[in-house]
């Protein structure tokens, strides 16, 4: 339920960044609801790369800790998010900045990171107290419950970052031409 209450949030900045982005492109009538739904498809899978690292760090952070079952699957999955999933996102920050400053400038790159960085905070808080809210006898089954969904590939860093790609390729096919560099960096962390 919470995940939702995230998932809403970040739908906000999604518009606003949307809006943002055609106004600042000059998007005329047919052209602009292409911008629109480039910038939003983006935005939004941006917004769950932050969200998501946000939920995933204080899921590994509580169920590492009790005696459940799952615990050493989240014991390992740690250093899986440190190791992978934080250089994957760390790329995709970087591509997400540049694009912002070539699209909006750099002060309102630096307010949108701002809010990124916001959201993940928010992510992690929100989850960690509503785990640590679970009692004890519960949290086993949440713990597990969310270890099934990191195993189905729910919550997959590489799945994001392609589908960033994906929609980056419609919406600034030139800027997405420059991040072949990037790109090649993420292939080179999803096969070691």
């Excluded at 699209?103 to 992690?124: K, P, T, V």
Aim: proline share 2%; glycine share 6%; charged share 20%.
């Amino acid at each position: 339920m919470c995940f939702n209450n995230l998932r809403g949030s970040i739908f906000h900045c999604v518009v606003t960044f949307s809006l943002i982005a055609c106004a600042a492109s000059g998007a005329h009538s047919q052209d602009s609801s292409k911008l629109i739904q480039g910038a939003a498809e983006t935005g939004k899978v941006f917004g769950r790369v932050y969200t998501n690292t946000g939920v995933l760090s204080a899921v590994s952070d509580i169920c590492a800790k009790y005696p459940i079952p799952d615990a050493s699957f989240f014991q390992s999955y740690k250093a899986h998010l440190l190791e992978k999933y934080a250089s994957v996102a760390g790329v995709l920050v970087g591509v997400h900045q540049e694009l912002m400053q070539e699209r909006l400038g750099q002060q309102l790159e630096e307010s949108l990171s701002a809010i990124g960085r916001q959201i993940r905070l928010y992510a992690y808080e929100e989850i960690k107290t509503k785990l640590l809210a679970t009692p004890i006898e519960e949290r086993g089954a949440v713990c597990g419950n969310f270890k099934n969904q990191i195993e189905n590939g729910d919550w997959d860093v590489f799945s994001l970052a392609d589908s960033y790609f994906t929609s980056l390729r419609s919406y600034v096919p030139s800027f997405y031409e420059d991040t072949k560099s990037a790109r090649d960096l993420i292939e080179r962390f999803r096969t070691h």
